[in-house]
Nanobody, 124 residues
């Protein structure tokens, strides 16, 4: 089992920056990728950024060039550095961890874990 705890959300002015953190605990050895999703009121949840166990990254088109995802394996933590924030970035941001049997032979489950979510509000 994996537990994810997000932090770092808050209120920021347009053009400002925030850094979100997602700390993973529990049996993390089968996690193949982690990422950040966001969901604004009345909209579907969308993938913002992802990072694999081999540190390859993905970014949604709306955040390319502004957001950076990274990880600290020693701390089992993934970060999302959010720069040049825009009002349309306002959403609840959720950390996601993908557990996959492709990681190693002892990993037998496919499952997505989710954090509680952290609110990011960008004012004009």
């Amino acid at each position: 089992q994996v537990q994810l705890v997000e932090s770092g959300g808050g209120l920021v002015q347009a053009g400002g920056s925030l850094r979100l953190s997602c700390a993973a605990s529990g049996d993390t050895f089968c996690i193949s990728a982690m990422g950040w999703y966001r969901q604004a009121p009345g909209k579907e949840r969308e993938l913002v950024a992802g990072i694999t166990s081999l540190s390859s990254t993905y970014y949604g088109d709306s955040v390319k060039g502004r957001f950076t995802i990274s990880r600290d394996n020693a701390k089992n933590t993934v970060y999302l550095q959010m720069n040049s924030l825009k009002p349309e970035d306002t959403a609840v941001y959720y950390c996601n961890a993908d557990e996959s049997p492709t990681v190693q032979a002892m990993c037998v489950h496919e499952y997505d874990y989710w954090g509680q979510g952290t609110q990011v509000t960008v004012s004009s």
